[in-house]
């Protein structure tokens, strides 16, 4: 069966600090994993795309990885930020019909 | 900015109120997908319309009704709901809904529902 595990579930940070996310996935065939991120009561917004060909890509203070090997991905936050605070949400299209969610990772970043 | 439009927002109604939620887009996306969200879980697939046609139905209850009047619009027609159903409904389209290597979702802002 098709699956996106996340890691952690939920993560609390201080203000400036970095972390990263993890995305653990099955899916196959693999098509691109792109990572969300969610405001609580919002839709998700697209923070980067990977396709199976690339191994990193950034986006601000937003960094993605993705091993295709061994299907993981990794989404680094730099010098964290309040409004960081949200829910990240890894989604891996399987170049069929199927859009497969991963559970998400809850961060909180205090001052 | 999300080229997904949804209106309402908010909508608060009863259990024997008829309401719709409705979603716009103009990406020229063939494929428009609606899913039900829950307080800190992923959105959950409800269905997906294919060239103005539904192609997946996740075994929704006959109270959601979705309907495609174009390529561009996508409604979802609500009656006899439960407090149960009270969520955020997301709107999404994509290029497609079959092969294509750079397929992505795009999100709407969602619509609150509440059911009293």
């Known amino acids: 069966k098709n699956q996106v595990e996340q890691s952690p579930q939920s993560l609390i940070i201080l203000e400036g600090k970095n972390c990263t996310l993890q995305c653990n996935y099955t899916v196959s065939p693999f098509s691109n994993l792109r990572w969300y991120k969610q405001d609580t009561g919002r839709g998700p917004v697209s923070l980067t795309i990977m396709t199976f060909s690339e191994n990193t890509k950034s986006n601000g203070r937003y960094t993605a990885t993705l091993d295709a090997d061994t299907k993981q991905s990794s989404l680094h936050i730099t010098a964290s930020q309040l409004s960081d605070s949200a829910s990240y949400i890894c989604v891996v299209w399987d170049y069929g019909q199927n859009f497969v969610f991963g559970p998400g990772t809850r961060l909180s970043v205090l001052p | 900015d999300t080229e997904v439009t949804q209106t309402p927002k908010h909508l608060v109604m009863g259990m024997t109120n008829k309401k719709s939620l409705k979603c716009e887009q103009h990406m020229g996306h063939r494929a428009m997908y609606w899913y039900k969200q829950k307080a800190k879980k992923p959105p959950e697939l409800m269905f997906v319309?294919?060239?103005?046609?539904?192609?997946i139905n996740e075994s929704v209850p006959s109270r959601f009704s979705p309907e495609c009047p174009n390529s561009s619009l996508l409604n979802l027609h609500l009656h006899a709901l439960q407090p149960e159903d009270s969520a955020l409904y997301l709107c999404a389209s994509s290029q497609v809904s079959g092969p294509l290597a750079g397929n992505t979702i795009y999100f709407g802002e969602g619509s609150w529902l509440t059911v009293v």
């Open positions: 319309y294919s060239y103005e046609k539904l192609s």
